[in-house]
């Protein structure tokens, strides 16, 4: 028999076991598929009955394919007098995620053509991957690049990367009716905390706590490898999408800071103002976003050919914070009290859907489009299209932070922006104001588009 309320005294004060439970995953090597994730999905069916799913190598997921499995046991470099300089077992981080196995002598000159760190932050070791382009490296302080001066070094990545599947694991309340609120959070980055360990712990607890009480919507829980993860669940589920009414990524949500809220696609769906409303309500402070088509699996769920109104709950955004995707995201950067806070501003909300019980009916789209001039239809509106293969990303792993002085950024960003409102509604001067992005840049990054035929034009 379920429960039909919870108790903040009994039910609600988690931290302890939030916390725990990141320490449990912490030290797993996670990654878009491998025995990472598999472990991680392993220990958080302790909590709650999760159905975990494999889907081959080689499966067609709308314009992806799932890779190759990635696994890896050991790595490391060797200087001449057989110091392990670079160690993988004292941080994951070390591990260019994704490297080809290797065994080698190589120079000075050569490893540092594979050695990654990042300027900005020369004393963190960088997360960084290259899952779709094969290639192998080492992670560090950029402040230690002057100490590799040997003649020689031996370097040794003991991985696999060879036909297996992609993980995932889902979880479904039922409730008194049909229509679906979806929680999506992901579970591919390694020995990283707030990005986004958090968002694993707080969402599973969250389906613990849910499922012990009677609920009018149905809840479906998903733990998926970010972009590629969201992209084959979408392809795979593509029929039944139309039962899921609205959602939220959990991302980030064990840092310091307030609570940030990103909008859904048309930034005004029922999710929007349930989820500001108990925000308001909390007196805290608290930010809010409007909707961007880059960040985490929200851009996928608010692809033209998907469009779920899915919002995003963070603390300090994706980004933003200065741990982000280095090894100082590590557990000593979480705050307990945040995860639990977290997770009570997550009930909340749902609580708030409960009570209102909102229709969820999307606003009609206005058919102004004749008006309008430069309208482009993305021609694969379902999930992003793979950019990387069509060299229109870099394939070496990089936030997508907004940076007007590299143009390279503002291509993608630019791209990001045409593909996701190229839905025949918007013209290249709404999606100019909705971007912030000069006009002269969307009508060259549109032209690119169509010569690699990923857009056509309209009117
Ligand atoms: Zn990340």
Known sequence: MKKTKLSLKRDLKVEQKLYSLMQELFPICRSITGNGVR??????????????????????VFDWKIPNEWNIRDAYVKNSKGERIIDFHKSNLHILNYSIPIKKTISSHELKNHLYSLPEKPNSIPYVTSYYKKNWGFCVPHNSLKSFNDDAYKVHIDSTLKPGSLTYGEFLIKGKIKDEILISTYICHPSLCNDNLSGIVVTTILAKLLSKIETYYSYRFLFIPETIGAITWLSKNKKNLSKIKSGLVVTCVGGNGGFTYKKTRDNNSEIDKISIDVLKHTRKKFETRDFFPYGSDERQYSSPGI??????LMRTPYYEFKEYHTADDNLDSIKKFALNDSLIMLLKIILQIEKKKPSFNRNQKNETSKLKSEIYQNLNPYCEPQLGRRKLYRNISKSRLVDKKNSENMVELSICWILNFSDGLHSLKEISQKSNLPLKLLRKTAKLLIEKKLLKKIN
């Open 307 to 312: 469009d779920l109104p899915i919002g995003v």
């Open 39 to 60: 472990k991680t999905l392993r220990i958080l069916k302790e909590e709650i009955d999760l159905k975990i799913i494999n889907v081959p190598s080689g499966t067609k």
